[in-house]
């Protein structure tokens, strides 16, 4: 469902098939291993890339999968995917999504969970699909939004008109850092900042905790509070 491999100083984590990659238990597990990984074999001056295969980033939470193993899966499913945003809030080292097709619902919200949202604008939208579909949002995901989603038009054009949102249109909402014209040009520029990322060889820790003091209310919400205190070089 999902592989992981290091290109010099640079970890890129694919969601592999042509399907939606919807995200279920198993999924969200293998992405929690592959960041466990990263974690055991990153160094100083490392940085990793999240992309996908196909015509979806992701498509949200597996529905299906839900509503057939019945009760309190999805309740299990929502709380697995919030250890999954903390472990990528929390992460020692520069993350960077590279949005190559649809990412929608919780999707969208794996992509956000990212330091950086690279978007191709020939294919692919984001869409909080939530307000359609008649679901509410889990209190993580309006923090996350609330976070990394600075305007309040562009949060209510997101949350509350459930709008599908292209690349180019994301850039100028500040959702997203930049579109590219294909899928291999988004992946290229993805590993591009990556590679300008490392250069600055970084230490992680002190990284991830600037990182987590940008986003209190966030990491609040997510179980982040105890920070660890880098000291001053200044």
Known sequence: MCTLEKRGNIFVLTLIGEDEHRLNPK????ILSALRQVRVESTRGTALVTKSEGKF????????????AGNESASRMV??????????????????????????????????????VLMRRDRGVIYMSELDIGLTFADYFMALMRSKINSPIARRKVALAAAKVKADEAVKMGMIDSAHDSAEETVEAAVRLAE?????????????????????????????IDKAKASSKL
Do not use: M
């Not at 980033?57 to 057939?68: Q, Y």
């Not at 472990?87 to 999504?97: D, G, K, V």
């Not at 250069?199 to 609040?220: H, M, Q, T």
């Open 79 to 116: 709380d697995l995917f919030q250890q999954l945003v903390a472990e990528l809030i929390s992460f020692p080292l520069p993350t960077i999504a590279a949005v190559i097709g649809h990412a929608a619902a919780a999707g969208f919200i794996l992509a956000l969970s990212h330091d950086y």
């Open 57 to 68: 980033f992701s498509n949200g939470f597996d529905l299906a999968w839900a509503a057939a």
């Open 196 to 224: 300008q990322l490392i250069g600055r060889n970084w230490d992680g820790e002190v990284y991830a905790d600037i990182r987590k003091s940008s986003f209190p209310e966030l990491c609040e919400v997510l179980g982040l």
């Open 27 to 30: 999924l969200i597990e293998q």
